[in-house]
């Protein structure tokens, strides 16, 4: 990040309308930290790592690993944003993929087994945002329970065993492009539309922010609280489980021991990342797709050059502090 | 003062219940275990199960303390992790010098959250998110992504097989530390501070409490006890796989919610966790033992599925109770 060196301190409270009316580079980098890194990291791939600016590379590896982590992190930001937090999205995964793969093998068709599997996501999302919502259980608890109950689930259908699909129609979702572009960007890039749509210029879009913004107040504002919320979670489900699917289609088979582990904190990481404070309140589309492509480029990255696995993820820890820390001290400066 | 002791009674009252439920089911399934299937599940199989437990346990009550001061510490397993490995590379030195760096790993790091949640004021899932996978990084690199294997001619691992009272030294560890744990909370200004900030942080800092050094030492404990708990680890398996760790930090949430603390801070108690650690693990126990007897046939997938629905069951009981509790006007909802 070059420009940061000439960084001035905080603008202070009285300042801040006209700094950010023109945008200065200083404030620009602090408020958008993790869109700098990504397009430092993009200048410095391109300058220093070989076959990088390729169409195969940004688009076939670079981007579809970005994907996945960025459809379920929108979805998570649905949840954030209403103050919530859903550690379930990684079982979810594993129980959409082995119901989908379940029901291909069973001979069910394509439409039906997708439908399925994206049903059961449905009512896994519905299960949490029901405890959520209608019994109030805070949502690390509510969604602690399919964390730990979820991936049980998924290996019990099938016993643990790893399921062959080579259903070649199913395999597009996974391995798949239109128009030389492969799904899981389209997807990406669906979904992220939609949710700006949705959050910009509905009325959910609205409730969804007042709810996280200030429940009781919103509720007091005729905000039907409880629906925004289980529509949230079950977004969030949805939307794992679709991704779910895609990462069987990708790799050919259903793993329910290894189908979205970890999946989690990748995609609470790309949200935070990029300023979505987790105290609810705000959503930004935008801000969780630069957040993944970042984190995973920065992976990429440093894997490239040499850096080992181990240290890449030592470094990405101190990215994300350091990311929250920029952006805060520009939240604050700000007012 | 006044106020605060108050604050504190109420919600011991409040808990009560909710503290006694874990323990009766704890109890319900000890005579359960004891009747069905006599001396195999009392003696040996109950002290091995202490044992085993003493690593979550501690990581356990460290998380206690996190939560009731209103936090959370995501790091935990991967600093148990880290905690094993370095006890396990220094454990040719002996069992003293292993502990001494495990534990003193553990504090730095923890002290690190610390600072970062407590001083610059950043939100403690990230900054223990970030942790979790910074240090799990950290641990794998030192370890070379191996599994670390522990010097077998030091007295490191005799610690694994030292008993105390009957019992196995790792679990009479482990009571003393809940003990101290309780002791802390209840007599302590310290203790009563944690509830405070947990409660309210804001009146906290109005009543001119210590608000950021207590939030620093909860999560400095944390890192601690969990580097403390890697130690008992490698010295009780002998070696430290690369996985340890991972889900620690759930499994601890876990324990500490069906204890009866609530994760919205200001209340909670230390035993009732030492209870949850122990409930959750019996019941595995007890599913092993149906399963040798040819009663249940039962995989080990279906442990995670009892799990995450006896921790249904918990929360949801908790609901009930605090609604009671609401309806009734004898605490805030």
């Known amino acids: ?335 | 003062m006044n106020q605060l002791l108050a604050f504190r009674t109420r919600a011991s009252n409040v808990l009560a219940l909710q503290r006694h439920g874990a323990l009766i089911a704890l109890i319900a399934l000890l005579v359960f275990g004891i009747v069905r299937y006599g001396d195999r599940f009392a003696g040996e199989n109950l002290a091995n199960l202490l044992a085993d437990d003493a690593k979550f346990a501690l990581v356990a009550l460290g998380m206690t303390f996190v939560i009731m001061s209103g936090g959370i510490d995501l790091s935990v397993g991967s600093v148990a992790l880290l905690g094993g490995v370095v006890a396990a590379q220094a454990s040719g030195a002996g069992l003293v010098p292993a502990f001494g760096l495990a534990v003193l790993v553990g504090l730095a790091l923890g002290s690190l959250n610390g600072v970062l949640i407590a001083k610059v004021r950043l939100e403690p899932f990230i900054v223990t998110l970030a942790a979790l996978l910074g240090v799990r990084g950290l641990a794998l690199y030192l370890s070379d992504k191996k599994a670390v294997v522990a010097s077998g001619t030091g007295s490191f691992q005799d610690f694994g097989r030292w008993e105390l009272l009957g019992l196995p030294v790792s679990a009479v560890f482990m009571f003393a530390a809940f003990l101290i744990g309780a002791a802390v909370l209840r007599y302590t200004a310290f203790g009563r501070t944690v509830l405070a900030v947990g409660g309210s942080e804001d009146a906290a800092r109005l009543m001119g409490l210590p608000v950021a050094r207590t939030k620093f030492v909860v999560y400095a404990m944390s890192g601690a006890l969990a580097g403390l708990a890697g130690a008992f680890l490698a010295a009780q398996t002998g070696s430290v796989s690369t996985d340890t760790g991972i889900g620690w930090e759930l499994s601890a949430i876990a324990a500490v919610v069906v204890g009866g603390t609530l994760l919205t801070g200001g209340v909670g108690s230390v035993m009732s966790t030492l209870v949850g650690v122990v409930l959750l693990q019996l019941i595995f126990n007890l599913i092993v033992f149906e399963n040798s007897m040819g009663a249940i046939e039962i995989s080990s997938f279906w442990e995670s599925v009892i799990r995450g629905g006896f921790l249904l069951l918990v929360v949801l009981l908790q609901v009930k109770l605090s609604r009671r509790r609401a309806s009734g006007g004898t605490a805030p909802a």
């Not at chain 1, 599997?117 to 509510?142: D, E, H, K, M, S």
């Not at chain 1, 490239?304 to 890449?312: I, K, L, P």
């Open chain 1, 1 to 335: 990040m070059p420009e940061t060196t000439t960084t001035p301190a905080a603008p202070s409270a009285a300042a801040a309308p006209a700094v950010r009316r023109k945008t200065s580079w200083a404030a620009y980098t602090q408020r958008y930290g993790a869109g700098t890194a990504l397009v430092a990291l993009l200048i410095f791939n391109a300058l220093f790592t070989a076959n990088f600016l390729t169409p195969a590379n940004l688009l076939y590896v670079q981007l579809r690993q970005a994907a996945p982590v960025g459809i379920v992190a929108l979805g998570m930001a649905m949840v954030i944003a209403t103050r919530g937090i859903d550690l379930s999205v990684g079982s979810v995964m594993a129980i959409s993929g082995q119901v989908g793969a379940l029901a291909l093998l069973s001979g069910t068709g394509l439409v039906p087994a997708v439908a399925l599997a994206l049903l059961a996501a449905l009512l896994c999302g519905l299960f949490n945002g029901t405890l959520v919502a209608r019994y109030g259980v805070q949502p690390i608890i509510a969604t602690l329970i399919l964390f730990i109950a979820g991936r049980g689930i998924a290996q019990l259908l099938t016993d643990g065993r790893l399921q062959n699909v080579d259903d070649p129609a199913f395999q597009f979702f996974g391995l798949g492009a239109i128009a030389g572009i492969p799904v899981q960007v389209v997807l990406l890039v669906v979904v992220a539309a939609a949710i700006w749509f949705v959050a910009r210029s509905t009325p959910f879009g609205r409730y969804l922010v007042a709810t996280g913004d200030n429940e009781p107040a919103a509720r007091l504002a005729g905000v039907p609280v409880r629906r925004v919320k289980l529509i949230a979670y079950a977004t969030s489900a949805t939307l794992a489980g679709l991704v779910g699917l895609m990462e069987v289609a990708r790799v050919s088979a259903s793993d329910a021991n290894n189908t979205g582990l970890g999946m989690e904190l990748d995609a609470i990481a790309a949200v935070a990342v990029a300023g979505t404070p987790l105290t609810g309140g705000r959503i930004s589309p935008v801000a969780v797709v630069i957040g993944a492509l970042m984190l995973r480029l920065l992976q990429n990255t440093l894997i490239a050059h040499g850096v080992s696995r181990e240290v890449a993820q030592m470094i990405t820890g101190f990215i994300i502090v350091a990311a929250i820390y920029v952006q805060r001290q520009a939240g604050e400066g700000a007012g």
